[in-house]
């Protein structure tokens, strides 16, 4: 079975800190992904990435930043956390496939909240 | 721009009953991938189906079945026979079936809530 390893499940943090949130996968799969989860709006897209020191902008990405050395690790920053940045964040894995997509997997999820 | 829509924020169903949760969604993509997902309260998110957009047969895993009608843009997900164990949250979620852009969107999600 695939295993999406988040490093943390609830996170407490003050305004202006600098915040990493580790994702770890261990199927190989080239696509990770970072959510965001707030109630009623669904899980929404911050960043993700298809390969090593590769990165892309999802829907909501400011205020964070990325980064992928290693294949099978993807990590979530928060420059300057701020109380807005309160809520849960889902990391996600996926393999590339040219005919047909694939789910994606998911870890347990980091519940972070910004003091 | 790829956009799904839930209108069922909430639901309650009695155990033993049949539970459609309702998906439409909306895209200019030809070829696109539709995703049923399961988010208990401990939190992971459980992946429950998959429905191709030039798949001719609706999808079908155990319980889950999903009724795809592609010229009514909706993808609603059924459970039979629903049980104490499928109170959760249920996102649908899309994807444009092509090669280098895998991203997902979801919508809102409905908690759906199972009575003994």
């Known amino acids: 079975d695939v295993k999406v390893t988040q490093s943390s499940r609830y996170l407490v943090k003050r305004t202006g800190e600098k915040v990493f949130l580790e994702c770890v996968q261990d199927?190989?799969?080239?696509?990770m992904f970072w959510y965001r989860q707030d109630p009623g709006l669904g899980l929404r897209l911050i960043y993700f990435s298809y390969d090593v020191k590769m990165k892309e902008k999802g829907d909501i990405p400011e205020g964070y930043s990325v980064s992928r050395e290693k294949k099978e690790r993807f990590s979530l920053i928060l420059e300057s956390a701020s109380t807005n940045q309160t809520s849960m964040y889902l990391c996600?894995?996926?393999?590339?496939?040219?005919?047909?997509?694939?789910?994606?997997?998911f870890g347990d999820g980091t519940r972070l909240s910004i003091l | 721009a790829q956009k799904i829509t839930q209108t069922q924020p909430g639901m309650f169903v009695q155990e033993k009953e049949a539970v459609t949760l309702d998906c439409t969604y909306d895209?200019?993509?030809?070829?696109?991938?539709l995703f049923w997902y399961k988010q208990p309260s401990s939190g992971e998110m459980i992946f429950l189906i998959y429905q191709g957009s030039y798949d001719q047969q609706n999808a079908t895993e155990g319980r889950y079945s999903l009724n795809f009608q592609k010229a009514r843009k909706s993808a609603n997900l059924v459970i039979s026979a629903s049980q104490l164990g499928d109170s959760a949250m249920y996102f649908c979620?899309?994807?444009?079936?092509?090669?280098?852009?895998?991203?997902?969107?979801f919508g809102t999600g409905t908690r759906l809530t199972i009575i003994p």
């Open positions: 979620a899309m994807s444009p079936r092509s090669f280098g852009n895998e991203k997902l969107t």
């Open positions: 996600a894995s996926s393999p590339r496939t040219a005919y047909s997509n694939q789910p994606q997997h």
């Open positions: 895209t200019s993509d030809p070829s696109y991938g």
């Open positions: 199927m190989d799969h080239e696509n």
